[in-house]
């Protein structure tokens, strides 16, 4: 089953960015996407239009829980990300990922 979170959806209007912690957190929950990612087998992720930059401490807080869950090649095979406009979010996306991943392996040692 298949399931879409619509980052249009948590936009402040006429907002060109997404940025910092506490909204990474606030989308989270909004969002339920821990919830969904237990539900769904494939999630697409859709990016909007008109953006200039989504910070990876945004997307660090939003994804901090599936990715810590699923592992790197895991949260990649499930969620699906769908770009609607020109901004490249892989760079951001992937250092929030590895920031993620790091975190977790210094609290294992």
Known sequence: ???????????TPKAKIFTGRDRGIQVRE???????????????FIIPTNLYSIN???????????VT??????????????????YNYQKPLDEAVTRILRK??????
Not at 1 to 11: A, G, K, T, V, W
Not at 30 to 44: A, C, G, H, M, R
Not at 69 to 86: H, P, Q, T, V
């Open 1 to 11: 089953m298949r399931n879409q979170i619509r980052l249009e959806d948590y936009r």
């Open 30 to 44: 909004d969002s339920k996407i821990d919830k969904l990612e237990e539900e769904f087998s494939i999630i697409e």
């Open 56 to 66: 990876p401490s945004f997307f660090e807080e939003l994804f901090v829980n599936v």
């Open 69 to 86: 869950k699923l592992g790197e090649r895991g949260f990649y095979d499930k969620f699906k990300f769908i770009n609607e406009g020109n």
């Open 104 to 109: 977790k392996t210094a609290l294992d040692i």
